[in-house]
């Protein structure tokens, strides 16, 4: 899915914080099967309909670890040089998890607007349209994104290696 550029907006501290935590904006209807993290029994082959629902599976269960603050699992799907750009510049692993931690952002409604994964290799790569309204420092949001999830396949199963936001022009 080509974006045309004209369609980015710029970066904007206001939004830093709620981006900080946003990791959860693939979030859909949630199921509590569990989640195809580096211990999975038998990994689907790539590029097949059942690797595509496993990783979008995941990106659903990582949604809920994030709105519900379960850094515990979330450490366990992140890689350990896994990186994450939001508008107000990028952060570590171990940042990502401690503004999650922090839970300082509530997470009311997302609409997902388009989901796809794809595969490179062993990498999946999940490109999502999503309208994600959250609430910030006491605020109501809303905000279109452009987000992009990227998985690596290591020891059977998937770890997050890199997790991006573009917020859209309405």
Not at 84 to 113: A, N, P, W
Not at 121 to 148: D, H, Y
Request: glycine share 8%; with cysteine.
């Amino acid at each position: 899915m080509a974006i045309p550029q004209n369609q980015f907006m710029e970066s904007s501290k206001t939004h830093l914080l709620f981006l900080a935590a946003t990791g959860f904006a693939l979030c859909s209807s949630l199921t509590a099967a569990e989640p195809a993290i580096a211990d999975s029994a038998a990994p689907a082959p790539a590029h097949s309909d059942a690797a595509k629902q496993e990783v979008l599976n995941l990106s659903k269960d990582k949604c809920r670890w994030m709105s519900e603050r379960d850094v515990d699992r979330l450490a366990a799907l992140f890689h350990e040089e896994s990186v994450f750009v939001h508008m107000g510049g990028t952060m570590s692993r171990q940042q990502e998890l401690e503004v999650i931690k922090r839970g300082s952002i509530h997470y009311k409604d997302v609409e997902i607007q388009e989901a796809s994964v794809r595969f490179v290799g062993g990498t999946a790569i999940v490109l999502g349209k999503i309208r994600l309204v959250a609430v910030v420092g006491g605020n109501e949001v809303t905000n279109p994104f452009v987000v992009t999830e990227v998985y690596v396949r290591e020891g059977g199963g998937w770890k997050l290696g890199s997790l991006s936001f573009t917020r859209l022009l309405r």
